[in-house]
Structures are given as structure tokens and as C-alpha cells.
């Protein structure tokens, strides 16, 4: 049996270790190099760096006759997610689509679009923690001041680093830092920017969501959520299930 999967996420790291550990062989397709240093020790797992538009997949599924294609990608790659499940239509491969568990807080104000964030933002005062990564920060630059209000906090990685400095944002207030992070940790560093809000996406159960919200309530700042799209899959669980009744 011989599976793809898609994503350098943690869903993706989890369905590639399952895999390898029923000796399964795995072609994994991640988009950056920060994702590679979870996954390069697993065995019958051959890593790809590269990002791939629908007649690429086409190509790649036709030329090695997967068993099944896994979209295990964030919940906000929405094109990645069609190419993968139109590109597996086209070739006639099972399509399994991973969807996150989401943490819902009451304390948080969710919001459907970035636009409407910003938009919320700059009728506030105060200093800004964004913790959304690096992808949206072209959109923040919307905020009023953004380059004196907006501290953002990214991974440790040059492109990204470059990309925030390049865009406006102030080099002291650019957090560069890998996760996970413990409740106590973000309110610390809330409380050190003087942030009076903070911006997350909304996450999966193990990706720090809920840390981030206990924070701001520890902290009594504004904890902002980009809502994911709404999408149809199934879950990890439901996943292995599901390879478990075949090999």
C-alpha cells in the first residue's frame, strides 16, 4: 500500500507516523522546511519539499498509483485542499480530507473574515498581539499604526522574518519563537508588549488554542478568533479506522 498525504501540519504529522508504523510507504508533501524536522526520522516516509498546483497532482498520482490521497493541509488552504480532492476525482484515488477538532472559548469574539478583524481593531486602542503566522501580514497592515500597535510573533524562520521587516513591521516587535507555548508563557509576553487584544486562528485541541485563550482571561485582553472554514472530512480517529480495516 502507498499513500500521499499533504501537509506539514500536526495532522499530517500524525497520519504519516501511523502509517509508518503500520508499514505503510508514505510520500509526504509539505509546503516549507520548518515542518521537515518532525517527520525526517520515520521510517518508509520519503519527504517532499515543494508545492504542487492540480496538474502537478495529476501527473505525481498518475505516475505512482497511490492507494488513497490524505489532505491533511491547515484548515485555511482552501485551494491546496480543492486541487488535492479535484486532482484525486480526475484520477480515480480515494480522497480522505483530515478536519481539525476545534476548541471553542465563550470568553473569545470569533470573526468570519480578516477584513472584519481589522476592521474591529481599528476602532480599538491599544497595543496588538498577532499570533496568525506570517501568511497574513500584508493584510494586517490595515490596522491603523499597525507598525507601532502590531507585535507579531512568528516562527524562527528567515523567510519569515524577512517577509514581516519587508511589509512595515517594527524590528522590536517582531517575536520570533517556536511553540508550543503554555498559557503562562503567552500571558507573559502579553503582558510584556502591553497588549490590550491578541489575534489567534481558530485551532485544533492540540494546537495551543486554549492556551492562548486562558491568557487573555488571565490578563483581561481581548482574545480575537479567526474563524476556519466550514468544510466536510473526518476525523484522525475516523481515519486510522479506516486503514486499520484494510491492511
Known amino acids: 500500500m502507498q499513500v500521499c498525504i499533504f501537509g506539514g501540519t500536526s495532522e499530517g504529522r500524525l497520519s504519516a507516523e501511523f502509517l509508518s508504523n503500520s508499514h505503510i510507504k508514505v510520500d509526504l508533501y509539505i509546503a516549507t522546511g520548518y515542518g521537515r524536522q518532525f517527520v525526517?526520522?520515520?521510517?518508509?516516509v520519503?519527504?517532499?519539499?515543494?508545492?504542487?498546483?492540480?496538474?502537478?497532482?495529476?501527473?505525481?498520482?498518475?505516475?505512482?498509483?497511490?492507494d488513497c490521497i490524505v489532505d491533511a493541509t491547515h484548515p485555511f488552504a482552501k485551494i491546496v485542499s480543492q486541487n488535492a480532492r479535484e486532482a484525486a476525482?480526475?484520477?480515480?484515488?480515494?480522497y480522505y480530507r483530515i478536519i481539525r477538532e476545534t476548541a471553542e472559548n465563550e470568553y473569545c469574539i470569533y470573526f468570519d473574515?480578516?477584513?472584519?478583524i481589522i476592521n474591529y481593531l481599528n476602532k480599538t486602542e491599544g497595543n496588538i498581539l498577532l499570533t496568525t503566522g506570517s501568511k497574513d501580514l500584508d493584510k494586517f497592515t490595515g490596522i491603523t499604526n499597525y507598525e507601532k500597535r502590531v507585535y507579531v510573533r512568528i516562527l524562527p524562520m528567515e523567510d519569515s522574518l524577512k517577509r514581516a521587516i519587508a511589509?512595515?513591521?517594527?524590528?522590536?516587535?517582531?517575536?520570533?519563537m517556536q511553540g508550543p507555548f503554555s498559557q503562562e508563557?503567552?500571558?507573559?509576553?502579553?503582558?510584556?508588549?502591553?497588549?490590550?487584544?491578541?489575534?489567534?486562528?481558530?485551532?485544533a485541541l492540540s494546537g495551543g488554542f486554549e492556551e492562548k485563550a486562558?491568557?487573555?482571561?488571565?490578563?483581561?485582553?481581548?482574545?480575537?478568533?479567526?474563524?476556519?472554514p466550514e468544510?466536510?472530512?473526518i476525523s484522525l480517529e475516523e481515519f486510522k479506522g479506516i486503514i486499520r480495516g484494510v491492511v
Request: charged fraction near 30%.
Open 46 to 66: 520519503t519527504i517532499h519539499q515543494e508545492r504542487l498546483n492540480k496538474e502537478q497532482m495529476i501527473e505525481l498520482f498518475q505516475k505512482n498509483g497511490f
Open 185 to 203: 508563557l503567552n500571558a507573559a509576553m502579553i503582558n510584556s508588549v502591553g497588549a490590550e487584544s491578541l489575534v489567534t486562528k481558530e485551532s
Open 167 to 176: 511589509l512595515g513591521y517594527s524590528n522590536k516587535n517582531i517575536i520570533c
Open 214 to 228: 486562558e491568557a487573555c482571561i488571565k490578563t483581561n485582553v481581548k482574545c480575537l478568533v479567526m474563524k476556519k
Open 89 to 94: 476525482e480526475c484520477c480515480k484515488i480515494k
Open 231 to 233: 468544510e466536510e472530512g
Open 40 to 44: 525526517e526520522e520515520l521510517k518508509n
Open 113 to 116: 473574515h480578516i477584513e472584519d
